[in-house]
């Protein structure tokens, strides 16, 4: 189903005296119960789009149209929405580590709640139960009670998720979610987000630049080149010849029935 739809979106800067386009006619739907990988190289605009998506930054010209949820009975821009619905409809994990001294993982957790209790609110017993449930639908509950700066990036990682679920909104974005994970993490990680946007029908897009596990993983790829968005499955994708032009250069093959990346040596 339909969740957040593009329609001849434009991104980039403005300042008093310039307008800096990054990409423009952008048009493409990302889908709840899907996992939505964004590629691209690297300064092609993926974390403008994805701040211009979270509204952290307007966007130059078009539209993003948010579908219904239990907050908005119908289609909306993104521009119409306020700071409380953005709050309960859009969940957002960065790659930047929390900066966080003396706080437990379930207080972290718990500050997912802020958008209903206030940030500065009082977790009632119905809070605590979507917190537990959150650390739970992660698999973290070992970690129940170790504070923060003492766990692991993988660790990190996940907790930061919970408290994303905790906030109980019906999209997530999130930047670079395996960097700095060794590559068993990295899998986990990605296997964790397709069946969180599976089992729990959660809307599900992140920027990588791990290209193969995408490919492996993710329901739908978003490619950005210049002057063009690619937007299907990876088998669909394979078959436009889309990923052999990302990802083939001297060395590099790729293999388009596999969907797997061979070094020549």
């Not at 999209?171 to 599976?198: C, G, H, N, W």
Request: aromatic share 4%; glycine share 6%.
């Amino acid at each position: 189903m339909e969740s957040v739809v593009l329609q001849n979106l434009s991104i980039g800067y403005l300042s008093k005296d310039s307008r800096k386009v990054v990409a423009t006619g952008l048009n493409a739907t990302i889908n709840s119960g899907e996992l939505t990988c964004l590629l691209g190289r690297n300064g092609i605009g993926k974390s403008t789009l994805l701040r211009t998506l979270s509204a952290f930054q307007p966007a130059l010209d078009g539209d993003i149209i948010v579908h219904p949820s239990s907050l908005i009975p119908h289609p909306s821009p993104l521009t119409s929405l306020s700071d409380k619905q953005l709050s309960r409809i859009i969940g957002i994990v960065l790659t930047e580590k929390p900066d966080v001294q003396n706080m437990t993982i379930e207080e972290l957790v718990g500050m997912g709640r802020s958008p209903y209790t206030g940030f500065w609110g009082t977790l009632d017993a119905e809070d605590e139960k979507i917190v537990r449930d959150a650390i739970r639908l992660v698999g973290i509950e070992v970690l129940q009670g170790r504070m923060v700066h003492t766990l692991s990036d993988g660790e990190r990682q996940k907790v930061m998720i919970a408290k994303a679920l905790a906030q109980q909104t019906p999209i997530i974005y999130l930047d670079e979610p395996t960097a700095f994970l060794d590559f068993p993490s990295k899998v986990e990680m990605m296997q964790l987000l397709r069946r969180l946007a599976a089992e729990e029908q959660k809307t599900i897009f992140l920027s990588t630049h791990d290209v193969e596990l995408s490919l492996q993983l993710a329901d739908k790829i978003w490619l950005m080149e210049p002057e063009q968005l690619s937007v299907g499955t990876p088998a669909e994708l394979a078959a436009e010849g889309v990923l052999s032009r990302f990802i083939e250069h001297d060395g590099i093959v790729f293999d388009k029935d596999s969907l797997t990346i061979h070094i020549r040596k």
